[in-house]
C-alpha cells in the first residue's frame, strides 16, 4: 500500500552543476525536494519507485543501481538510482547501452544529495502519450508491491507560462498549473484521474502521466496532501508536494 509521495520537477537545472551561474535562482525549489523527500524517509517504506518522464528509450523500469549521466548537457556528472544489485545484469546498465531518462538521472541526484538509504529504489520511465486509464493501472500495481510503498513523481507542469518559454505563451497554462497545484497540494486523486491529457500535451507538462500513476496508486490509501512549492521560472511551471 502506498504510504507516502513526493512530487518534484525534473528539470536537469535542478542540479547546480548543470545550472552553473543560475543555480542560486532554484535554491528554493531544491530546498523544497530535500523537505518532500525527508517525509517519504520518515514514512519508512519497504520499497521506493521513482516514476519519471521518458523518451521511448528510456520508457519501463529502470532496476536499482541503473546509471544515469549529465554528459548530454556538458557536465561530468554520473549518478546511480538507488544501489545496485550485484547479482544482477542490470547493475551494469552502462555497458548495455541502457541508462536513466533525464527525469529519474535528477531523481537519483536529489536521492544522492539527501542521503537515501532507507529502502530499495526501483525507477520507471513514462512516456507522455500513456493513456490515463494506463496510467491509472500501473499506478495500481505498483501500491500493490509491498506492504509500505512510497513514490517519488518527478515531473512537470506547463512548459508555456511566458513568452520566452519553451513553449512559448499560452493563456491556458496559468489555470492549468493552478488545477494540478492545488490537486497535487489537496493529494485530490479524482482530480489528478480526470486531468486532461490532450491539453496537457498541447501545454508540454511532462508531469501529467506520472501524476496519474500517483492517482492510482493512491487509491484508497487516505494519504493527506501539502504543497510545498509553485512558480514558473523560465516559463515552466515547477511543483513539489508531499503525500503522507
Same mark, same amino acid.
Not at 493552478?178 to 498541447?202: F, I, S, T
Given at each position: 500500500m502506498l504510504v507516502a509521495a513526493a512530487v518534484c520537477p525534473c528539470p536537469p537545472l535542478l542540479v547546480p552543476d548543470v545550472a552553473v551561474g543560475a #543555480?542560486?535562482? +532554484?535554491?528554493?525549489?531544491?530546498?523544497?525536494?530535500?523537505?518532500?523527500?525527508?517525509l &517519504?524517509?520518515?514514512?519508512? =517504506?519497504?520499497?521506493?519507485?521513482v516514476v519519471g518522464p521518458a523518451e521511448q528509450r528510456g520508457r519501463g523500469p529502470h532496476p536499482a543501481g541503473t546509471r544515469g549521466s549529465f554528459h548530454g548537457f556538458g557536465v561530468d556528472l554520473d549518478v546511480r538510482l538507488g544501489r545496485a544489485d550485484p547479482a544482477s545484469d542490470a547493475s551494469r546498465p552502462r555497458e548495455s547501452g541502457r541508462e536513466l531518462p533525464?527525469?529519474?538521472?535528477? #531523481?537519483?541526484? +536529489?536521492?544522492?544529495?539527501?542521503?537515501?538509504?532507507?529502502?530499495?529504489?526501483?525507477? &520507471?520511465?513514462?512516456?507522455? =502519450?500513456?493513456?490515463?486509464?494506463?496510467?491509472?493501472?500501473?499506478?495500481?500495481?505498483?501500491?500493490a508491491r509491498a506492504g509500505r510503498v512510497a513514490l517519488l513523481v518527478m515531473g512537470d507542469a506547463s512548459a508555456c507560462r511566458t513568452l520566452k518559454a519553451p513553449g512559448y505563451l499560452d493563456e491556458r497554462a496559468a489555470g492549468f498549473d493552478a488545477e494540478a497545484a492545488r490537486a497535487l497540494g489537496a493529494a485530490d486523486v479524482a482530480a489528478l484521474k480526470a486531468m486532461d491529457a490532450e491539453l496537457a500535451q498541447e501545454l508540454k507538462v511532462s508531469g501529467r502521466a506520472p501524476w496519474q500513476v500517483l492517482a492510482g496508486a493512491a487509491e484508497g490509501a487516505g494519504l493527506g496532501g501539502a504543497l510545498l512549492y509553485e512558480d514558473a521560472p523560465y516559463g515552466v511551471g515547477y511543483l513539489v508536494a508531499a503525500w503522507s
Amino acid at each position: 500500500m502506498l504510504v507516502a509521495a513526493a512530487v518534484c520537477p525534473c528539470p536537469p537545472l535542478l542540479v547546480p552543476d548543470v545550472a552553473v551561474g543560475a #543555480a542560486p535562482e +532554484l535554491d528554493v525549489a531544491r530546498a523544497a525536494c530535500t523537505d518532500a523527500l525527508g517525509l &517519504l524517509a520518515a514514512s519508512r =517504506p519497504d520499497l521506493l519507485v521513482v516514476v519519471g518522464p521518458a523518451e521511448q528509450r528510456g520508457r519501463g523500469p529502470h532496476p536499482a543501481g541503473t546509471r544515469g549521466s549529465f554528459h548530454g548537457f556538458g557536465v561530468d556528472l554520473d549518478v546511480r538510482l538507488g544501489r545496485a544489485d550485484p547479482a544482477s545484469d542490470a547493475s551494469r546498465p552502462r555497458e548495455s547501452g541502457r541508462e536513466l531518462p533525464p527525469s529519474l538521472a535528477v #531523481a537519483g541526484w +536529489l536521492l544522492d544529495r539527501t542521503g537515501w538509504s532507507d529502502a530499495p529504489v526501483e525507477g &520507471l520511465g513514462v512516456g507522455e =502519450p500513456l493513456a490515463a486509464e494506463r496510467c491509472i493501472e500501473v499506478g495500481e500495481g505498483i501500491g500493490a508491491r509491498a506492504g509500505r510503498v512510497a513514490l517519488l513523481v518527478m515531473g512537470d507542469a506547463s512548459a508555456c507560462r511566458t513568452l520566452k518559454a519553451p513553449g512559448y505563451l499560452d493563456e491556458r497554462a496559468a489555470g492549468f498549473d493552478a488545477e494540478a497545484a492545488r490537486a497535487l497540494g489537496a493529494a485530490d486523486v479524482a482530480a489528478l484521474k480526470a486531468m486532461d491529457a490532450e491539453l496537457a500535451q498541447e501545454l508540454k507538462v511532462s508531469g501529467r502521466a506520472p501524476w496519474q500513476v500517483l492517482a492510482g496508486a493512491a487509491e484508497g490509501a487516505g494519504l493527506g496532501g501539502a504543497l510545498l512549492y509553485e512558480d514558473a521560472p523560465y516559463g515552466v511551471g515547477y511543483l513539489v508536494a508531499a503525500w503522507s
